[in-house]
């Protein structure tokens, strides 16, 4: 770890390393995904899921995916601003896979399937929630339930 609590997957899962890097460092490193950093108290996942300009992809679906594989847990996880991955992946504009894929496995905990824990998903007024089009679409639907 670096002296603010990043593993090297960490790193790769904030700037964008190519997947087979990541690949290399889970392979290597697997408990690296149960790892928080120091200053925002965030796992890798959600290093991915926070990821803003000057990355043109958040959260790719493969890396997601793969993160999700070695600790699906990490889907619970939250920052020390409350945030869960995917709480990050809707501020940062995450694609509909990548978000879809977050929350089913978020839905896939029996206490997230509450109305109170699906209405905690909703931005609060005044956060900086950048839905993209079809994920605004998607929490519509879900909130509407």
């Known amino acids: 770890k670096n002296e603010d609590g990043n593993t090297p997957l960490h790193l790769a899962c904030q700037f964008g390393a190519p997947l087979e890097v990541m690949f290399s460092l889970l392979q290597v490193w697997p408990d690296a995904t149960k790892e928080k950093d120091l200053i925002h108290g965030r796992t890798p996942l959600q290093k991915s899921c926070c990821r803003r300009v000057p990355w043109e992809v958040v959260a790719p679906l493969e890396e ?5 594989q070695v600790w699906p847990d990490a889907v619970k996880e939250k920052d020390r601003r409350g945030y869960s991955p995917l709480h990050c992946a809707c501020r940062s504009r995450a694609s509909l896979q990548a978000t879809t894929l977050l929350l089913n496995t ?5 206490e997230n399937t509450t109305k109170s824990q699906i209405m905690a998903l909703q931005p609060l007024q005044g956060e ?5 089009g079809d994920v605004e679409v998607l929490f519509s639907h879900l909130f509407a339930l």
């Open 128 to 132: 900086d929630f950048y839905f993209t």
């Open 106 to 110: 978020w839905l896939g905990y029996k």
């Open 64 to 68: 997601v995916a793969a993160l999700l």
